[in-house]
């Protein structure tokens, strides 16, 4: 069993029924998103961690993404590890990161809506606008954001590992596309920013690695299109596996055209080596074919602008064991992109930008 699924009619008819039956036990309303569920989701949960992560595209060409954590994805039965993740590249492409971490008592989060302090670091927001303040050593960001797309969860926003239904890792996107602006601070020298913002929320107990070989996962913005990508592939055991786990979300305005994941199909060509011994494709193209109509995603001529080793925070005695079994390796990119829509009376082809990712576990 391996590849990607065969969508068929009823397969398409299964998943509706069982994401409906899941948007009921969990107490979610159909389509829509509400204020609470970007709240702290895992506030009785000792063994779960969190993530609301941010990431700006500013008009000078620079960039930030912001990330607040409760602890580790690699250790969600750990204790409490509150981080704030700061990257800022410069429009030169000068790469600036910092990590601040903070203890326990340090850390308070509301359940009801996003209102989240580690330290001197918060955000506070209600979907369709958020407030930011990040500071870490020589820089600072102070951030507010206005929603232009709308919100939206995959599904019923979890999905489970076993079935048993007790292993899970959950995602809604609060703000796909926004407007941005604020100031920017470093060694003392601010300046104002504007642009645009992309801002999601991720929570679970499943340690990724021990379920996932790797995923593809992009955003982009272009014309008046917003779109959203994934896909998954599962660990292959006793030649079981290697199963292709699509997402897609794709709107246009504040309509939402398509989020059915299940006809996305994904086809990678031109392999190269990429560094600390992974490799990455140069040509990605997406594609979303149903009875509704189709849409293709191809993407092209990847940067590399991020490489993060996974193994960082471990202990260096326990770095070379994992490296005898695995290579965890994140990548991100910058590349351009061609959208071509033929669904829900929209007829378009368009092209810009697109921000994906390469996450490996493996």
Known sequence: M????QVTPELRKQAAEENAAALKRLGLKPDVVEVWEDGYRTAEESDAFEWWYFDAQFDDG???VITFSTKPHTKPKGPLAPVVLVIYRSADGERYSRAPKFAPGELSAATEVCDVSIGPNWVRGELASYELHVEAEDIAVDLTIEREGPSWRPGAA???FNSAKTKYFAWVVAVPYGKVKGTLTR????????GTVYHDHNWGNAVMGNMLDHWYWGRAHVGDF?????????????????IKLPVFFLAKGDRILTDDGLPLVLETSDEVEGPKGQTYPKKLDFRWEAEEGKAELAIRNPKL???????????EWKKPLVHLFANPLYYDFDAELELSVDLAGVKERVSGRVIFEKMMFH
């Open 226 to 242: 917003s779109i959203i990508f994934a896909q998954l592939v599962t660990i292959k055991l006793f030649g079981l596996g290697g």
């Open 158 to 160: 979890v999905s489970y």
């Open 62 to 64: 620079s960039t930030v």
């Open 2 to 5: 391996s590849g990607e699924l």
């Open 305 to 315: 602008i991020e490489v993060l080793d996974m193994t960082e925070d471990m202990p």
């Open 187 to 194: 060694a003392g020298e601010s300046r104002t920013v504007q």
